[in-house]
């Protein structure tokens, strides 16, 4: 059964550094892995999607990285600033059973 | 370009009743998926629908059912309405069934409370 940890559960940080948060799965048999902003209260929005073939990938200050070996995927975020802060969610689409299950997300809170 | 759209936004039900929540995918998007996210957590798969036919399902009761209709607009039932039913709830869209591993859009979610 495919579980998807992230850590750390939160994490402030000052504005202007540079972050990597963390998400491990424990079933290297996923399709893809994507990760997602989610504002409180509100719904999610896609931030990066990489697939089972490839290793990383990167949109502005934003690179997400993929070890299926490993079981393991990151999200850096360079120059963070305070409208960064919200919940980010990594999430593997399963091989078995093309089911997406979701970490349960590190919140961001960037200090001005 | 319209995105994920769902409606109600926010409701509130007594248990034992029935609800309905709605969602219209991305425009040229045909699959949809439902997902509940409790407070505090990850959002949870309920089911997934393709061409107007439940392809994937979670651990969900049968009190959870589904619909697509053929303009791929999707509905989500719930039955019997318990207190820890009470969650955000989101539509995601997809182009093609989830084995294609397509990038998931989501909605801004229908907000349920169960009194």
């Known amino acids: 059964k495919q579980e998807v940890t992230q850590i750390p559960a939160a994490l402030s940080v000052p504005e202007g550094e540079n972050l990597v948060l963390n998400c491990s799965f424990t079933d290297s048999a996923i399709y893809n892995l994507q990760w997602f902003r989610q504002d409180p209260g509100k719904g999610l929005t896609s931030l990066l999607l990489i697939q089972s073939s490839q290793r990383e990938q990167t949109s502005g200050r934003l690179n997400a990285s993929l070890d299926k070996s490993s079981g393991r995927s990151t999200l850096y975020i360079a120059a963070s600033q305070p409208g960064d802060s919200a919940t980010y969610l990594c999430?593997?689409?399963?091989?078995?059973?093309?089911?997406?299950?979701f970490g349960a997300g590190t919140r961001l809170f960037v200090k001005a | 370009d319209a995105g994920v759209t769902q409606s109600p936004t926010h409701l509130i039900k007594t248990r034992g009743q029935q609800v309905t929540l709605r969602c219209s995918p991305k425009?040229?998007?045909?699959?949809v998926s439902w997902y509940q996210q409790a407070l505090g957590q990850g959002p949870q798969f309920i089911f997934q629908?393709?061409?107007?036919?439940?392809?994937q399902r979670g651990n969900f009761p049968d009190r959870f059912s589904g619909h697509q209709y053929p303009n791929y607009s999707s509905e989500l039932n719930v039955n019997a309405l318990l207190l820890g039913d009470s969650a955000l709830y989101l539509c995601a869209s997809s182009l093609g069934p989830l084995e294609l591993a397509g990038e998931l859009f989501f909605g801004e979610g229908s907000r349920l409370t169960v009194l």
């Open positions: 999430a593997g689409l399963n091989t078995g059973g093309f089911k997406t299950i």
């Open positions: 425009s040229g998007h045909d699959t």
């Open positions: 629908y393709y061409e107007e036919e439940e392809r």
